[in-house]
């Protein structure tokens, strides 16, 4: 039998309410006859608490005062306990062990006032005590019945409490579904129009980069990169570090080098290629190279043989040689092309609206992977949920076929 989850509730309550109807009418007449005696007991201990405090008002000597109030004193504590039973309306499982918890713990206080109450009595109340300890005696075979069918036939009871905590968990477990399954969607819709947003930037830098002005300026700046990765990839192969050990060598004194030539060094450590095209540095490379050559051949680099031969190798290269004069002329060029271009207030206002573009292209990408890590996170919190929903209607199905004979099949899982 196929049933949604929503029918299922009301079905399954159905089919227990026929199997236990038998057992729930035991039980209600098990709490009937439980507050029956506690309503007695109560009235008792009541009257003899009454009758304790008229006794202590009439009684002379002391003995039959002291008597009187020991009486009165362990009937108002016993009505006292007796009243703390809690008698539930419903006859489900937990309400009957309420009542049985009750029981016992006011049997087991009542019987403990009772023994210390007569053990003060020496002789007095002989027939109260009686009753006494006959509506204790009351309370605790109540006590012991509902204990009884707890352990047996009342166990059956506990079938409605499984299934009731079973459908009260897919009830929940189901609304927490499409608690997930809205933010899933509403992180991916947040996805979609951070992509439709990149997308539109991207087709305006496209249409920026049809200008010829710009286009050009773009492509020689990709040279110039190409350029800058060359010049240190391979004009600078082996020197980067020597170059950093002479600064460092010039800065302690250790070599002379002129102030200009030591301030060219340093910025020529930093940026290279940039230093190497600049007007006011590029010009003191070839002098710069030139005494590397004379600190190496002098020993103060300490470099290994091995590293001296190659750094000698690449200096006998460069120095003497039209390879740099050759990269500089070039590079100098294509910055000269560049600003030549960049002067037109046309091409600078595109070149500079691209610039915005991409940047806020890179935001959107940045968005984007945060939205991401959002819609991983709810797709495996929503998975997580699901599954957890799938282990209670499979649980669901078990109990069923359990507790009332019949295979069901639940639907309404979705993702």
């Known amino acids: 039998m196929r049933l949604t989850i929503e029918a299922y509730g009301p079905w399954i309550s159905k089919e227990l309410d026929k199997q ?7 039980a209600a007449k098990l709490v009937d006859e439980a507050k029956r005696a506690v309503s ?23 003995a039959s005062y002291r008597a009187a109030r020991v009486i009165a004193h362990g009937a108002h504590e016993a009505a006292a306990r007796v009243k703390e039973i809690v008698i539930p309306s419903e006859t489900s499982w937990e309400s009957l062990k309420i009542v049985k918890d009750g029981l016992s713990v006011a049997s087991r206080s009542i019987r403990d006032l009772r023994d210390s109450t007569a053990r003060e009595l020496s002789g007095f109340y002989i027939l109260d005590m009686r009753s006494f300890g006959g509506a204790m005696d009351r309370i605790a075979k109540n006590d012991e019945r509902l204990s009884s069918f707890l352990e047996g036939e009342g166990s059956r009871l506990q079938r409605a409490r499984t299934i009731t905590g079973i459908v009260e968990s897919i009830a929940a477990a189901r609304i927490e579904l499409d608690e997930k399954m809205k933010e899933l969607d509403t992180v991916r819709k947040e996805m979609e129009l951070l992509k439709l947003s990149e997308s539109e930037l991207a087709s305006k830098v496209d249409q920026l980069e049809t200008n010829p002005n710009l286009r ?15 010049f240190r990839a391979e004009t600078l192969a082996h020197l980067q570090r020597p170059l950093r050990r002479l600064a460092d060598l010039g800065q302690r004194g250790e070599y002379p080098l002129g102030s200009d030539e030591r301030d060219a060094l340093a910025a020529f450590v930093k940026s290279p290629y940039k230093t ?40 006998s290269q460069l120095i003497g040689t039209t390879h740099l004069a050759q990269k500089q002329e070039k590079g100098r060029h294509l910055l000269a092309r560049r600003r030549e271009l960049l002067r037109s207030a046309d091409c600078k206002d595109k070149y500079e ?5 991409l940047i806020k292209i890179e935001e959107r990408k940045r968005q984007e992977l945060e939205v991401s890590e959002k819609i991983r996170s709810a797709s495996s919190m929503t998975e997580s949920v699901n599954r957890r ?17 019949q295979k069901v099949e639940l639907e309404g899982i979705s993702l």
Do not use: C, W
């Open 20 to 26: 236990l109807r038998s057992t729930r009418t035991k």
């Open 40 to 62: 007695e007991a109560e009235s008792f201990y009541q009257d003899l608490a009454r009758k304790g405090d008229r006794d202590m008002a009439t009684k002379k000597d002391a």
């Open 216 to 230: 050009e300026v773009l492509d020689i700046e990709k040279e110039l990169r190409k350029e800058s990765r060359a």
């Open 276 to 315: 190497f095209l600049s007007k006011s540095t590029g010009e003191y490379l070839a002098k710069i190279l030139e005494n590397m050559k004379k600190a190496i051949d002098s020993g103060k680099m300490e470099f290994k043989p091995k590293k001296t031969g190659r750094v000698s190798v690449q200096l």
């Open 353 to 357: 609206h691209r610039k915005t573009l």
């Open 389 to 405: 929903l799938g282990e209670l209607l499979k649980q669901a199905e078990t109990k069923t076929q359990e507790y009332v004979g």
